[in-house]
Nanobody, 125 residues
Framework: QVQLVESGGGLVQAGGSLRLSCAAS????????MGWYRQAPGKQRELVAA????????????NYSDSVKGRFTISRDNAKNTVNLQMNTLKSEDTAIYYC??????????????WGQGTQVTVSS
């Protein structure tokens, strides 16, 4: 099984920035799409940003939710099996638990979704 560990959450004032990181470990054959989701209290988990494995060379392989477009930037390092989320101009409505997600493939399991434990982001107004 692949484990995902997030870091970089915390408390920040509105207008500030945070950078979230997620590292995958374990027996890794191939990680395809990676992404960040968030869940605010009383709300459903929602996609924030996603990036394909070949994002550098393929157009349309990075997606953002409308609410974060222009403020957040997702990036990944395939050699290190990491994905990052740079969050700028944070707003109080960005407050949520942020989860790292990865589409993992192994010969034994085929494709499955791996999730991190979540990291809290709190934006004070």
């Amino acid at each position: 099984q692949v484990q995902l560990v997030e870091s970089g959450g915390g408390l920040v004032q509105a207008g500030g920035s945070l950078r979230l990181s997620c590292a995958a470990s374990g027996v890794i054959f191939r990680i395809n799409r990676m992404g960040w989701y968030r869940q605010a209290p009383g709300k459903q988990r929602e996609l924030v940003a996603a990036i394909a494995r070949d994002a550098i060379t393929r157009d349309g392989s990075i997606n953002y939710s409308d609410s974060v477009k222009g403020r957040f930037t997702i990036s990944r390092d395939n050699a290190k099996n990491t994905v990052n989320l740079q969050m700028n101009t944070l707003k109080s409505e960005d407050t949520a638990i942020y989860y790292c997600n990865a589409d993992v493939w192994t010969p034994a399991t085929g494709s499955y979704a791996a999730w991190g434990q979540g990291t809290q982001v709190t934006v004070s107004s």
